[in-house]
């Protein structure tokens, strides 16, 4: 009886709010007002990205033991649900919930999880935002935070989510921060709680005990891992000039390509910092455990410009250079939904599927252009914007320098609410020599070929 009555009252509330002179129809979509001057709202959005994927493995590949050198698979890259208010003139609430990376080889029922949940007060003017939760509102680059809704390749530059899901939950931390807006300066200052390496899904690398180790493994030493300690704070920012038009900061995710709606000419700079992060022995016969602070520096630009306002067509770079210290040789493969879990027989350093040894101490530039045709380009079924992007990498761990390009199309049905990406992607592959040192197997790199649909509203 209890749950016909609130149903009851469900349904009176929503029709009561239909014939509202203030519930009306929204061009920033599913959005209901709550006060007559339209300050105060609610809203809600929805994106799903689906790849239809061939991927080359890498050498040893195998699928529970049997071995596989090429995969054909469908995938859920992400389900995400957002919802926000207006509360008050200075008040304002930000949720997102929704899965990631749901491949074939994934746990089954995977079950919905929040991604942000924040509440921030508006000080002064947005001169000064006071906010704290389970958020992202990282440091060190541009896209530390990325706009999942607006990404500009196929895929984010998870280069640059440096602890993504090893000391966070998919680069989100319980913390509080501060951001605002000082004339053409945009900024974010953010100290969290990182969450402890033992309760990650996936086991996190941990430092060997001394007496353990036997000097064959001795490789293993000078070699930093990330400390089984109870975490110190994370303290990240970000700082950010525009030149020309000013982006909104209103959430932390930036986006990566306005399709051709806005003039952006963007320099930033960032840092990440969290004290006795990273652990370590320095040699064989040292017994010591060594902490050190995990540090990340970053400068970057991003550029986004239409040339023409009525064909809408546009131009879209951007470039970063990141500076990565985990501590002595520190290096973590990682794999966007792997194609494989496991290995048969010989393999390579980068382990199975498309792994490759993605984050490390060292320095990385990471670039991406592309160009937007005109609007009607294809009459009434959208437009095209090709792109490539690289991300180039020396790592004191790898004797090579470590490079994956992409290159791509997206094809722009309606702006980012229906959209057909195809990129190619090429990847290294790093063997140990007879010295035990790391180098690219020439010849050997391997490929992976995506088509992902994105529909959102």
Known sequence: MKKIFFLIIFYISLNSTAQSPVARYSKEGLKIYISDDSTRYIKATGIAQIWFRYNDNNPGSAIYGTPVKETFDVGLRRVRYQTMAQVTKRVFFYSQFGINSLNSLSARKTGLFFHDVTAEYNVHKNYLVLGGGLSGWNGTSRFSSSAVGSIFGLDLPVVQETTNDVTDQFVR??????????????????????????NALSAVASLPGASTVTPAAAGIYNTAYFSTKAPELQYQGYFMWDFLEKESNQLPYNAGSYLGKKRVFNLGAGFAYQKNAMVYRSSLADTTMRYKPLQQLGVDLFFDYYLNKEKQNAVTAYASFLNYDFGPNYLRNAAAMNTANGTSGPAGFNGSGNSIPLIGTGQVIFAQAGYLFKHDLLKTQGTLQPYASAIYANYEKLKDPMLVYSVGVNWIMSGQNSKISLDYQSRPIFNTDVNGDLHETKNARRGQIVLQYQVSF
């Not at 931390?173 to 033992?198: E, T």
């Open 173 to 198: 931390k319980l913390g509080v921060y501060a951001k605002g807006k000082l004339n053409r300066l945009d900024y974010r200052i953010s100290a969290a709680n990182p969450f402890p390496v033992q």
